[in-house]
């Protein structure tokens, strides 16, 4: 397997909590530079996290709610997402690959995608 692994998606109601996972190829690409998109219906994929070594990023909408880590000896990287809100139902994707001093965010600069997660958030 290639490609990232998404696993932990759920239909959940406001304020609930999930925890997204991806299983990674370490010998692929750089595991320590991952990072987490979602799209949701209409919209642009949009970057919700990264992590590059012991450097984390987030986007804006999800700072304070959701956290990205990684476990080194399982090779996965997490999305613990808490305070969940309906905006943030989506697909969500675990991307690898991008060069070198590229953007976290740039959807464009990631070459291994894995096949997403469905995250669904009522009110």
């Known amino acids: 397997q290639v490609q990232p692994v998404e696993s932990g998606g759920d239909s959940v109601q406001a304020g609930g909590s999930l925890r997204l996972s991806c299983a990674a190829s370490m010998y692929t690409y750089n595991f320590n530079d991952m990072t987490w998109f979602r799209q949701a219906p209409g919209k642009e994929r949009e970057g919700v996290a990264g992590i590059y070594f012991s450097n984390t990023y987030y986007a804006d909408s999800v700072k304070g709610r959701f956290t990205i880590s990684r476990d080194n000896g399982q090779k996965t990287v997490y999305l613990q997402m808490n305070s969940l809100k309906p905006e943030d139902t989506a697909m969500y994707y675990c991307?690898?690959?991008?060069?070198?001093?590229?953007?976290?965010?740039?959807?464009?600069?990631?070459?291994?995608w894995g096949q997403g997660t469905q995250v669904t958030v009522s009110s």
């Open positions: 991307a690898a690959g991008r060069p070198y001093g590229s953007n976290w965010a740039d959807t464009y600069a990631y070459k291994y």
